[in-house]
């Protein structure tokens, strides 16, 4: 998912990513959907159809690499508190004119998440004031995004009569990076839900 690009100037010397935190399906269900993409870039010539991997992307944001560790500890913390979320995926939806993804019907956990991540790392995921953070409260799983107008028009004819369903537990999230430009997002970090009570939380975190 490509954020605005960096209009304001950057301290030199200093890498810029770009990070994308995701909660991502188990390998059934992702060769499941990476099928469809696939289907879909194909028959519509969607070079983001295929290129993107499954997952429901919870925020993204454009950061120096040397805020990482602390954004890792932050996010390892809310990952520590917060419970495995029973995912559930059906038939396709739409952003009109460039989005084409499938539907998360179990929004509010998925809501819940999203706001504690926000409240949490907002500060540490903020590049500066032209490049803050994307959060991602209406949760969705892209099939093919910056569709143009007629793949957009002809994908969505033949995609809102069709069905998919699927289910998960996301038991973890994922944080993603990849410098700046660039095509392929590499693992930064795992976060596992542990459901702790925030007093254990604080506890392991000082040990």
């Known amino acids: 998912m490509q954020l605005q690009s960096i209009t304001t100037a950057t301290i030199p010397g200093y890498r810029v990513y770009e990070y994308l935190l995701v909660l991502s399906p188990h390998q059934e269900l992702w060769n499941r959907i990476l099928k469809v993409k696939e289907a879909f870039a194909e028959k519509y010539k969607s070079d983001h159809a295929k290129w993107g991997k499954p997952h429901i992307t919870l925020a993204n944001f454009l950061q120096?690499?040397?805020?990482?560790?602390?954004?890792?500890?932050?996010?390892?913390?809310?990952?520590?508190?917060?419970?495995?979320?029973?995912?559930?995926l059906r038939d396709y939806g739409s952003f009109p004119s460039h989005t084409i993804y499938i539907n998360v019907v179990s929004k509010i956990p998925v809501q819940t998440l999203v706001k504690e991540i926000r409240s949490e790392a907002q500060r540490l995921m903020k590049l500066n004031d032209d490049n803050k953070p994307h959060f991602i409260l209406e949760p969705h799983l892209t099939i093919a995004r910056?569709?143009?107008?007629?793949?957009?028009?002809?994908?969505?004819?033949?995609?809102?009569?069709?069905?998919?369903?699927?289910?998960?537990?996301?038991?973890?999230?994922?944080?993603?990076?990849?410098?700046?430009?660039?095509?392929?997002?590499?693992?930064?970090q795992r976060f596992e839900f542990q459901n702790l009570p925030v007093t254990t939380k604080q506890g392991e975190l000082f040990m």
């Open 64 to 88: 120096y690499e040397m805020m990482e560790e602390r954004l890792i500890n932050r996010l390892k913390m809310v990952a520590m508190g917060y419970h495995p979320i029973k995912v559930e």
């Open 146 to 188: 910056k569709l143009e107008p007629w793949q957009y028009e002809k994908g969505w004819l033949e995609y809102s009569h069709k069905h998919f369903t699927g289910r998960f537990i996301a038991d973890a999230m994922l944080l993603l990076k990849r410098p700046v430009g660039s095509v392929q997002y590499q693992i930064a």
